[in-house]
């Protein structure tokens, strides 16, 4: 069957994941990795909470001040989470341009947090004045659905959301566990490589090459 949708994951496909120079970033703030373990999926504890919406910013920033013995800033934590972001290849942001031409909806499926949302959402996204959703038609975050990826609620949230045919559909997320819960939905898949270029192996699977 044709794809007629595509859902994106953001770290290591929309945008190269930096996971070092976020830890570096937030141990310059006193964060160390024993206060706040970053992995390069899946969060746990503080961070997770916030991903998962359990939390909000404010409460997300007093708990590392409180553990850190520091009293940072807002800005000071959002410097620190935009460690993650490695760059936004230009190719990506062609083929959003081009398959929306084509008439493919493109959404965003991500475990993200406020922080860099308020970045992807701004005119700092791509460097020329446009935010990600200048390129997608609607973005799923998990701290607003209150749900992580591999739960499978959250993938069958978004099919039920946009009356989306898994068969018809391509779910491109570089995290192993999040292509075997949407392959387990009926979804297509494809897993790129964080730092590496997918958009011709997506062009094939489309049959638009």
């Known amino acids: 069957m044709k794809i007629k949708t595509i859902i ?16 570096r970033r937030f141990s310059k703030l006193g964060i160390v990795p024993e206060l706040m373990p970053l992995d390069k999926y899946n969060q746990q504890g503080v961070f997770q909470a916030l991903e998962e919406g359990n939390i909000t910013i404010d409460e997300f920033r007093d708990e590392l001040n409180r553990r850190c013995g520091r009293n940072h800033s807002h800005d000071d934590y959002r410097w620190a989470c935009l460690g993650y972001v490695g760059n936004i290849p230009k190719r990506n942001l062609q083929l959003f341009r081009l398959l929306r031409k084509k008439g493919y909806r493109q959404l965003l499926l991500s475990n993200t947090n406020p922080y860099m949302m308020s970045w992807a ?21 998990s701290y607003e659905l209150r749900m992580l990826k591999p739960n499978p609620a959250i993938f069958q949230y978004v099919i039920d959301h946009e009356q989306i045919t898994p068969e018809t559909t ?40």
Do not use: K
């Open 8 to 23: 994106y994951d953001y770290g290591g496909v929309i945008m190269t994941s930096h996971q070092e120079e976020a830890v």
């Open 121 to 141: 959402m701004s005119p700092e996204f791509d460097g020329e004045g446009r935010a990600l959703s200048d390129y997608l038609d609607t973005c799923y975050c």
């Open 170 to 209: 391509l779910f491109v997320d570089d995290n192993g566990s999040n292509i075997r819960v949407a392959r387990n939905l009926g979804l297509q898949t494809l897993q790129p490589i964080n730092g590496e270029d997918w958009t011709i192996d997506l062009l094939s699977l489309l049959g638009e090459r």
